[in-house]
């Protein structure tokens, strides 16, 4: 006989086992009562062991990028700094001026700049997200700079003044760039900028990438405002594979 079979009959015996002694030995009825629950406890107990044993929880989807997969990411025309087209290491990021966590990073991303030098690339990509109103005027004015060849200068005045995302201090930023204003600030409200900055956000969408910040070490996922020793490793794996 099967341990289940074997098992439901115990039960079964020891349900009218109780039920008899209540109703011999003249309990009251809420005796009895309680004895039925006991049965209808152990029933339960009968469905469990005479059916197939419960599956294994499904294990949570895959969210965002594969770690382990390489991903193809188009940098032409994005800001850049550090190694050239022969850099080792190319290391892309998915940013928003607007979030806290992105501003925290920098330092970090300049860790990895001082201990590399040349031998990374560091790449700026553009994702404002929706919970964020003040941050799609802010990668604007990015763009707007970067037309005058001052990206990484608006970008760190813009990431050192995150509770003042206005136009108005974006313009304060460009006059001390010694920007032209005018264009500058054309520029900021032009439909080209837009364009750019949506680009990047539509391929942000289209790698899986929906946090920021967001980053690809030689196409390689790395999620979150990550320590300098998680981008270390990384960064050193990818030096040896190349």
Not at 64 to 84: E, F, V
Not at 133 to 143: F, K, V
Not at 151 to 165: P, V
Not at 203 to 208: D, I, K, M
Request: aromatic content about 8%; hydrophobic content about 40%.
């Amino acid at each position: 006989m099967q341990n289940g079979s074997a098992t439901v009959i115990a039960a079964l015996i020891l349900g009218l086992s109780i039920l008899g002694g209540s109703y011999f030995l003249g309990k009251s009825v809420d005796s009895i009562s309680e004895s039925v629950a006991q049965l209808t406890a152990v029933a339960g107990k009968i469905q469990v062991a005479g059916g197939a044993a419960p599956s294994a929880p499904s294990p949570p989807p895959q969210r965002g990028p594969d770690p382990k997969k390489a991903y193809d990411i188009n940098i032409a025309g994005s800001p850049s700094k550090g190694g050239g087209a022969d850099a080792e290491v190319t290391l892309v990021e998915f940013s928003d001026f607007q979030c806290p966590f992105c501003g925290r990073v920098n330092g970090t991303l300049e860790q990895i700049q001082d201990a590399y030098g040349d031998q990374v690339k560091i790449v700026f990509k553009h994702l404002p997200l929706r919970m964020h109103a003040q941050a799609p005027l802010a990668h604007a004015a990015s763009e707007a700079a970067k037309n005058q060849g001052k990206f990484w200068e608006m970008h760190d005045l813009i990431f050192a003044n995150q509770r003042e995302l206005t136009e108005a201090k974006f313009i304060e930023h460009a006059g001390t760039l010694d920007l032209d204003i005018e264009q500058f600030t054309l520029d900021m409200n032009s439909a080209q900028v837009k364009k750019r900055v949506d680009s990047d956000a539509a391929e942000a969408q289209r790698l899986g990438v929906t946090g920021t910040p967001g980053f690809f070490v030689n196409g390689h996922f790395l999620s979150g405002a990550r320590p300098f020793g998680d981008f270390k490793r990384l960064i050193d794996e990818q030096a040896k594979e190349g």
